[in-house]
């Protein structure tokens, strides 16, 4: 995901991805006026069962995939808007209302939930090579030995739009089924509209399936933080569902400490000290350090202390910074980065993520990856300025899809003549949001939804979050999240509802699999000292 500046390219990216098939122009007129798909207009589902062994304890699920209809607001809330897809393992022979259910979903913004459905808390789980391309097909999935199933029936959800979730638009005539579908990607393609259809979705879905006594979680990675945090406050000041937890992977809530593009947002400097400590992470990782720390976490210890110190008084002077200051500074950013002194001072000491991605390898004519720098692939134009792609999306992408695809029609008998997007078919997304507390029309021109999870823990003082994040992950650093909780407007006595862990991966924890088990102990543990079930 990529700060405001660089919106358009993210959508564009996303949008040659997923190109939607449609008959030929040329024979529009020899043709029968399609008509709305009557298969999006009711809920959808198909029921199958089986057993997972998580860390050597069996358990018994049955699984349900299909589709719920999310329906508009006031005067508009018997018309149906989305189709949103899901998959739900529920543990079966226990009482729901003493069973935890957790709600998943990636990023993106706009993307399908395959990521941690196949590699991370799903009972599958596809195999992928821990820092290096995974070979192409066929590729093997295997029981998940870190499923979440153990700890909580788990629901993953695919954004409208993607997966197999659609915008629904169903008048009978073609020319105003076209501008209820403008409507419906102008109202729901944004950090508030899609933020009240998952929501709804998860009343929904408790509704259905009886589980509103339940103990309740949000698990959110990456864009999909931004969303937990919306979707808290919308539960619990709108909707009056107190959440037990909400669990946040590879967190991003304030797009102005984003390492993307900060060359775009020049005087706010703050990226570039919260980004520091995941270039030397990645720099001692690749041995590219011109002296080798003995261990990485006392070295990133260090590293932080001097970048939300001298670092950032430095930034801060701007022009006022003498040459022999800027040198000194230079010197001292090699030693944390690798990157050569002369480098850095052309820089003026800003080296933002796509630069250093294509720097700190690059008299080898390599990138390191941008959501894992572990990973590192060819550069696609040695000269660049920044990294052209992403290596670890390109290392592990067609194992997850393929294994989904064939999973979801073969196991779960969900698909058949139907198209899994991997992202939503979007050309814009709307980053502007409405914060807690805002009256009037007034919106931010940056997304920031900092307030909308501090008001969900100050209405719900019993709410806790746990952060969880990788030190190689450069889409999100760690210490940008770090930087982030600890500035919730919040009074200090719910400081102590946050949680932190972090992990020698990157943006998926769980593509590393010592991280993975690491990260299911962890969540599980959360899990059961919030859901107030007493030990049972």
Sequence with gaps: MRKLPLAAALAALLLSSVALAGPDKKDDKAKPEPKPDAALLQPQSSTSE?????????????????????????????????SMFYVAY??????????????IYNGGPGSATVWLHM?????????????????????????????????????????????FSRLIADDADKGKRAEQMK???????????????????????????????????????????TRSAVVANILENEDSVDLNGVILLSQILN??????????????????????????ATAFYHHKLPQQPAALEPFLQEVEQYAMGPYAQALMAGTRLGDAQKQAVAEKLHEYTGLPVAYLVKANLRVSGGMFEHELLGQGDETT?????????????????????DPQSSAISSAYVAAFNDYVRRDL????????????????????????????????????????????????????????????????PFFAADYEDHHLPIPASLAGNISYSWYPSGHMVYAHAP?????????????GQTDNLGGR
Excluded: C
């Design 50 to 82: 089986g057993s997972v062994s998580v860390e050597g304890k069996r358990v018994d699920y049955k699984a349900v995939a299909g589709t719920l209809i999310i329906h508009g607001s006031g005067d508009k809330e018997d018309e149906p808007e989305i």
């Design 90 to 103: 529920l543990k079966k022979g226990v009482d729901a209302s003493k069973r935890p259910i957790t709600f």
């Design 119 to 163: 590699g991370a808390f799903g009972p599958k789980r596809v195999v992928t090579a821990d820092d290096s391309h995974t070979p192409a097909a066929p590729y093997q999935l295997v029981n998940n030995d870190y499923s979440l199933l153990d700890a909580s029936d788990v629901v993953f959800i695919d954004a409208p739009g993607a997966g």
């Design 183 to 225: 409507e419906r990607e102008k109202k729901i393609y944004g950090v508030d509209g899609d933020g009240h259809a998952f929501a709804q979705f998860i009343t929904q879905f408790m509704s259905k399936y009886g589980r509103w006594n339940s103990p309740k979680y949000l698990f959110g990675e990456s864009y999909g933080t």
């Design 255 to 280: 797009f102005d400490t984003s390492i993307d593009g900060p060359e775009f947002n020049p005087g706010i400097d703050l990226p570039y000290e919260l980004g520091l400590p995941t270039y030397a």
């Design 369 to 389: 990856g941008r959501l894992d720098t572990r990973f590192s692939g060819p550069s696609l134009d040695p000269l660049s300025k920044s990294s052209e792609y």
């Design 413 to 476: 008998k969900f698909g058949e003549h139907r198209r899994y997007r991997l992202f939503a078919d979007i050309s814009h997304w709307d980053f502007s949001h409405k914060a807690p507390g805002v009256q009037g029309e007034a919106l931010q021109s940056s997304t920031n939804v900092m307030p909308d999870l501090a008001m969900a823990m100050k209405t719900n003082p019993n709410l806790k979050v746990y952060v969880n994040g990788g030190y190689y992950d450069l889409a999100t």
């Design 515 to 527: 991280s993975l088990k690491l990260l299911h102990d962890n969540v599980a543990r959360f899990i």
